[in-house]
């Protein structure tokens, strides 16, 4: 079974740009679309969009098209999901999830704060 | 966008309980429903997908119902290890949308 390992806890001040990757441990990685979804504290779950690790291929949700991009390198079995021009709303765990959201990431919390 | 509903918020009871949370959704998604259970600190878990299909390892006393715009997550006989929080989310078409979670507690 695949599993997802993220990158560790980052702070960034308001405005700045966050990049968050999620490693996959087997060559599985193109078989399924991964997601990113995001929890603020005490929240409840909010999807971002997903990536086709295949073709490249993204949808994001329209709250937060013009501000994320969702990449990926095949290579090393690697997504990326980055945030720009982040406020302090934007405080949260983000975690990648995929084989159809059976698997997830362990999260990362992305702290933005002046 | 698809908005889901959950019901009850929160809900305290016991070890043993029969346990039943209702989502509902603000169109019909046919049977693209599924079920997240998440603990604190940690990321939610698959518990149930297409409305009724328990995933591998999740205990029987777990079950899932409905279709359309009306779906229930039931938990027959409430373990220790099931006081967490439950998700409901669609997959019928994007933005995937979740419910606001249902905090199962005693």
């Known amino acids: 079974q695949v599993q997802l390992v993220q990158s560790g806890a980052e702070v960034k001040k308001p405005g700045a740009s966050v990049k968050v990757s999620c490693k996959a441990s087997?060559?599985?990685?193109?078989?399924?679309?991964m997601h990113w979804v995001r929890q603020a504290p005490g929240q409840g779950l909010e999807w971002m969009g997903w990536i086709s690790p295949n073709s490249g291929g993204t949808i994001y949700a329209q709250k937060f098209q013009g501000r994320i991009t969702m990449t990926r390198d095949t290579s090393i079995s690697t997504g990326y999901m980055e945030l720009s021009g982040l406020r302090s709303d934007d405080t949260a765990v983000y975690y990648c999830?995929?084989?159809?959201?059976?698997?997830w990431g362990q999260g990362t919390t992305v702290t933005v704060s002046s | 966008d698809i908005q889901m509903t959950q019901s009850p918020s929160s809900l305290s009871t016991s070890v043993g309980d029969r346990v039943t949370i209702t989502c509902r959704a603000s169109q019909s998604i046919s049977s693209h429903l599924n079920w997240y259970q998440q603990k604190p600190g940690k990321a939610p878990k698959l518990l149930i997908s297409?409305?009724?299909s328990l995933q591998s390892g999740v205990p029987s006393r777990f079950s899932g119902s409905g279709s359309g715009t009306g779906f229930t997550l039931t938990i027959s006989s409430l373990q220790p290890e099931d006081f967490a929080t439950y998700y409901c989310?669609?997959?019928?078409?994007?933005?995937?949308?979740f419910g606001g979670g249902t905090k199962v507690e005693i």
């Open positions: 999830a995929s084989a159809g959201m059976v698997v």
């Open positions: 087997t060559n599985t990685f193109t078989d399924y679309h």
């Open positions: 989310q669609q997959s019928y078409n994007t933005p995937l949308t």
């Open positions: 297409a409305a009724s």
